[in-house]
């Protein structure tokens, strides 16, 4: 069973920055699609970054400029780095994977448990 683990969640004040990562472990095959979305309170979840592993990226507008997608296809991790940080990016932020290209969130064949991002002075 394929499992996705995210890690680098934190507090920052706003302009700062942070790195998530995600690791899915449980499979020696290459993921296809791998992602974040993110979810703040009392708001629905949504996409912030996808990649497949041709290399193609989507951003959400919010965050065009600001995140960087990235991602290790030989070990199946996917990393989004986060600068110029705003207090409107607070949100639990939740790793995603899937094994063909997906065209929106139901598409996704695993989630991780999702990690804390604050940002806040």
């Known amino acids: 069973q394929v499992q996705l683990v995210e890690s680098g969640g934190g507090l920052v004040q706003p302009g700062g920055s942070l790195r998530l990562s995600c690791a899915a472990s449980?499979?020696?095959?290459?993921?296809?699609?791998m992602g974040w979305y993110r979810q703040a309170p009392g708001k629905q979840r949504e996409l912030v970054a996808t990649?497949?592993?041709?290399?193609?990226?989507n951003y959400a507008d919010s965050v065009k400029g600001r995140f960087t997608i990235s991602r290790a296809n030989a070990k199946n991790t996917v990393d989004l780095q986060m600068n110029n940080l705003k207090p409107e990016d607070t949100a639990v932020y939740y790793c995603?994977?899937?094994?063909?290209?997906?065209?929106?969130?139901?598409?996704?064949?695993?989630w991780g448990q999702g990690t804390q991002v604050t940002v806040s002075s």
């Open positions: 995603a994977a899937a094994w063909r290209p997906v065209s929106s969130e139901s598409g996704y064949d695993y």
């Open positions: 990649i497949i592993s041709g290399g193609s990226t």
């Open positions: 449980g499979t020696g095959f290459r993921l296809n699609a």
